[in-house]
């Protein structure tokens, strides 16, 4: 039987703004089961990045706010966790690693002291057993000479060690999810493939589950199952990593592709962008978020907001092209 | 680190004597001597006075004869006091000044660092709100008003603290407050502002992810990183609370270095104001070189070494 890990259902998060309420992620729905690689993607705004923190309650509260839905985490609800009790959550069970990893590390702690932290805090390490623990996974994550590193600060380190170093960190307690925000967006090609392989490695060793989030579609096809494309606060497909490669459904997701450069056409050709950019989620629109964007908008797209719907047993997309009467309509 | 030390060291005997020379010949320059102020004295009797502190040799000997004293640590006799020379009126009065200046240090030290790490926890609340508006009073009222203020009321309406003098740990409260509330006020808000920028900071996301406390999160990552530009104003800080102390001494009647300094300069007492000024200024050279010190202890990422080497 396949264990879910993680569900999230009906998530809605707002951060309020002088502005007005900000709705940045709208009613998501999705689940990571153990053992597996899901990948977030969608471009900037998208509400990836607030769906991974929230699943930590890492935004900050005000001014976030989840105004509705559940994030159950081994069938139990984060949602009204206390912060005290999050705390015991959070580096033990769900570890996390950032985009940024020149400014994710502390610059006057030693990245020895970083790593044991959490394990001191966690697992009631004494601090000579947790420092070899984090020698241990220096070796894990591939840094040479971890007695001498582990007394060294960041800016001893480049910048792909210091993502290994923050590999270590989220991985110190072997927590059942890594949510991984970009972790290669900040790190040159060859190092990427590396963070990458690595992650990969530590995966199949230690059987976490990842959450991936990325804009580089690249990344997904090499690391991940599943694929949810998120666009405008919502979920607008999932599918595995072929359905949603091979088979796309939504406009969205096919532009998404479209706009990635391939190897096998002319290099003269431009690339085809999505015009546009996503809408303010300060007055949302009533109907698909995509219309004003769509190729294929119709005059249902504005009005109504189209549900997830079935295509295979994997694969699900958010469109009224794929509605089941549609389907019907262009049969007859 | 001692190479550097070294250069630090000579650098610091350079300026020393910039300073010894500067104030020698601006002082010198001031119309008027140690003696104008002594009604009807006789000609001769001035002669004598001037020959006996060699007041009447050119100036470039006077100048040398004092620089031969500096480096010996002998400052010469004071004019107007006859009975004490001025490395006795340093070693009277500087323990006084030491104590109160000490006392104000650290007041103004922790009291600024904990109001402003609190405003910058409680940022946009009342506490945030009250904090600096008490910045804002200490950095705009001067503190001469504001020890009459403290004397007004803590002595006179409500008899808290005596109202001058040096006697006991009472009678150094007052001074202290009031020596400290400009500092205060300038740390305090120092520090907000950096802990708000610190604590928007990604390594304090991470420090969360983990699942550290907020007590953790603030003291162990927070505060070193947001301490940074304070230690930088310890320097300057050093040198406000001796200029301060000049008038706040004066206000509460404490027999301390700064007074004598403020009436030596009235009298034209040269030696004093020269010894007082050189020690002052061996007292601030010396902090400005432990604050540099410091910061190495506080930010990994600094190293003391020459220019261009690691």
């Given at each position: 039987?396949?264990?879910?890990?993680?569900?999230?259902?009906?998530?809605?998060?707002?951060?309020?703004?002088?502005?007005?309420?900000?709705?940045?992620?709208?009613?998501?729905?999705?689940?990571?089961?153990?053992?597996?690689?899901?990948?977030?993607?969608?471009?900037?705004?998208?509400?990836?990045?607030?769906?991974?923190?929230?699943?930590?309650?890492?935004?900050?509260?005000?001014?976030?706010?989840?105004?509705?839905?559940?994030?159950?985490?081994?069938?139990?609800?984060?949602?009204?966790?206390?912060?005290?009790?999050?705390?015991?959550?959070?580096?033990?069970?769900?570890g996390?690693?950032?985009?940024?990893?020149?400014?994710?590390?502390?610059?006057?702690?030693?990245?020895?002291?970083?790593?044991?932290?959490?394990?001191?805090?966690?697992?009631?390490?004494?601090?000579?057993?947790?420092?070899?623990?984090?020698?241990?996974?220096?070796?894990?994550?591939?840094?040479?000479?971890?007695?001498?590193?582990?007394?060294?600060?960041?800016?001893?380190?480049?910048?792909?060690?210091?993502?290994?170093?923050?590999?270590?960190?989220?991985?110190?307690?072997?927590?059942?999810l890594?949510?991984?925000d970009?972790?290669?967006?900040?790190?040159?090609?060859?190092?990427?493939?590396?963070?990458?392989?690595?992650?990969?490695?530590?995966q199949?060793k230690?059987?976490?589950?990842?959450?991936?989030?990325?804009?580089?579609?690249?990344?997904?096809?090499?690391?991940?199952?599943?694929?949810?494309?998120?666009?405008?606060?919502?979920?607008?497909?999932?599918?595995?990593?072929?359905?949603?490669?091979?088979?796309?459904?939504?406009?969205?997701?096919?532009?998404?592709?479209?706009?990635?450069?391939?190897?096998?056409?002319?290099?003269?050709?431009?690339?085809?962008?999505?015009?546009?950019?996503?809408?303010?989620?300060?007055?949302?629109?009533?109907?698909?978020?995509?219309?004003?964007?769509?190729?294929?908008?119709?005059?249902?797209?504005?009005?109504?907001?189209?549900?997830?719907?079935?295509?295979?047993?994997?694969?699900?997309?958010?469109?009224?092209?794929?509605?089941?009467?549609?389907?019907?309509?262009?049969?007859? | 680190?001692?190479?550097?030390?070294?250069?630090?060291?000579?650098?610091?005997?350079?300026?020393?004597?910039?300073?010894?020379?500067?104030?020698?010949?601006?002082?010198?320059?001031?119309?008027?001597g140690?003696?104008?102020?002594?009604?009807?004295?006789?000609?001769?009797?001035?002669?004598?006075?001037?020959?006996?502190?060699?007041?009447?040799?050119?100036?470039?000997?006077?100048?040398?004869?004092?620089?031969?004293?500096?480096?010996?640590?002998?400052?010469?006799?004071?004019?107007?006091?006859?009975?004490?020379?001025?490395?006795?009126?340093?070693?009277?009065?500087?323990?006084?000044?030491?104590?109160?200046?000490?006392?104000?240090?650290?007041?103004?030290?922790?009291?600024?660092?904990?109001?402003?790490?609190?405003?910058?926890?409680?940022?946009?609340k009342?506490?945030?709100?009250?904090?600096?508006?008490?910045?804002?009073?200490?950095?705009?009222?001067?503190?001469?008003?504001?020890?009459?203020?403290?004397?007004?009321?803590?002595?006179?309406?409500?008899?808290?603290?005596?109202?001058?003098?040096?006697?006991?740990?009472e009678?150094?409260?007052?001074?202290?407050?009031?020596?400290?509330?400009?500092?205060?006020?300038?740390?305090?808000?120092?520090?907000?502002?950096?802990?708000?920028?610190?604590?928007g900071?990604?390594?304090?996301?991470?420090?969360?992810?983990k699942?550290?406390?907020?007590v953790?999160?603030?003291?162990?990552?927070?505060?070193?990183?947001?301490?940074?530009?304070?230690?930088?104003?310890?320097?300057?800080?050093?040198a406000?609370?001796?200029?301060?102390?000049?008038?706040?001494e004066r206000?509460?009647?404490?027999?301390?270095?700064?007074?004598?300094?403020v009436?030596?300069?009235?009298?034209?007492?040269?030696?004093?104001i020269?010894?007082?000024?050189?020690?002052?200024?061996?007292?601030?050279?010396?902090?400005?070189?432990?604050?540099?010190?410091?910061?190495?202890?506080?930010?990994?990422?600094?190293?003391?070494?020459?220019?261009?080497?690691?």
């Amino acid at each position: 039987m396949e264990e879910r890990i993680l569900e999230v259902k009906d998530l809605h998060v707002s951060f309020h703004t002088y502005a007005g309420e900000v709705k940045a992620v709208r009613g998501v729905n999705f689940h990571v089961k153990r053992g597996e690689a899901v990948a977030i993607v969608g471009e900037s705004g998208c509400g990836k990045s607030v769906t991974a923190q929230t699943l930590m309650k890492l935004i900050p509260m005000p001014p976030g706010e989840i105004k509705k839905g559940e994030i159950l985490f081994n069938g139990v609800n984060l949602v009204n966790k206390s912060n005290k009790e999050m705390e015991s959550i959070r580096g033990k069970d769900i570890g996390m690693i950032f985009q940024d990893p020149m400014t994710s590390l502390n610059p006057t702690l030693t990245i020895g002291n970083q790593i044991m932290e959490g394990l001191i805090k966690h697992q009631n390490m004494s601090r000579s057993d947790a420092r070899n623990r984090a020698i241990e996974l220096l070796t894990l994550v591939g840094i040479p000479q971890p007695e001498k590193r582990v007394d060294q600060y960041p800016h001893e380190f480049s910048g792909g060690m210091r993502q290994r170093a923050m590999i270590a960190i989220a991985l110190a307690c072997s927590p059942q999810l890594l949510i991984a925000d970009e972790p290669t967006t900040a790190l040159d090609v060859t190092i990427q493939a590396q963070i990458l392989d690595l992650m990969k490695e530590l995966q199949k060793k230690m059987n976490t589950s990842i959450i991936l989030i990325t804009h580089d579609l690249g990344v997904v096809a090499e690391m991940c199952d599943r694929v949810i494309v998120m666009y405008a606060g919502k979920v607008i497909e999932t599918g595995t990593v072929d359905d949603i490669f091979y088979n796309p459904q939504h406009p969205y997701t096919k532009g998404l592709l479209r706009s990635v450069p391939r190897l096998d056409l002319n290099r003269d050709e431009p690339l085809t962008p999505i015009f546009g950019t996503p809408p303010d989620l300060l007055r949302p629109p009533v109907g698909c978020g995509f219309t004003a964007r769509c190729e294929s908008a119709m005059r249902v797209c504005q009005e109504y907001d189209p549900e997830l719907n079935d295509i295979s047993s994997t694969q699900r997309a958010a469109c009224w092209l794929q509605h089941p009467l549609a389907q019907n309509r262009a049969g007859s | 680190m001692i190479r550097y030390l070294g250069k630090r060291i000579i650098f610091m005997i350079l300026s020393l004597f910039l300073i010894v020379t500067a104030t020698f010949f601006i002082m010198k320059a001031v119309p008027g001597g140690p003696f104008t102020s002594e009604k009807n004295v006789p000609d001769e009797i001035k002669a004598a006075l001037e020959a006996k502190y060699k007041l009447n040799l050119p100036l470039h000997e006077q100048y040398l004869d004092y620089l031969k004293g500096v480096i010996t640590w002998d400052l010469g006799p004071s004019f107007v006091e006859k009975s004490s020379t001025v490395n006795d009126m340093i070693s009277r009065g500087f323990p006084v000044s030491a104590h109160l200046g000490a006392q104000a240090l650290l007041l103004a030290i922790f009291g600024g660092i904990t109001l402003g790490v609190v405003a910058a926890l409680k940022h946009n609340k009342w506490q945030d709100y009250s904090a600096m508006l008490i910045a804002v009073l200490g950095l705009s009222v001067p503190g001469f008003i504001l020890a009459s203020f403290y004397q007004y009321f803590f002595a006179i309406k409500w008899g808290i603290f005596p109202i001058a003098k040096w006697e006991g740990f009472e009678y150094t409260v007052l001074p202290s407050l009031a020596l400290a509330a400009m500092p205060i006020a300038f740390i305090a808000r120092l520090t907000r502002s950096n802990m708000l920028e610190v604590l928007g900071q990604d390594y304090i996301k991470t420090a969360k992810a983990k699942g550290l406390n907020t007590v953790t999160i603030t003291v162990k990552h927070a505060i070193r990183n947001a301490l940074l530009p304070v230690i930088t104003y310890l320097g300057p800080l050093l040198a406000n609370i001796l200029t301060g102390a000049f008038v706040i001494e004066r206000i509460f009647g404490i027999p301390g270095l700064g007074r004598e300094f403020v009436i030596s300069i009235t009298n034209r007492d040269y030696t004093v104001i020269m010894g007082t000024t050189v020690f002052y200024a061996i007292i601030l050279v010396v902090g400005i070189l432990l604050v540099d010190i410091a910061y190495t202890l506080v930010d990994p990422r600094i190293k003391l070494s020459d220019a261009g080497r690691e």
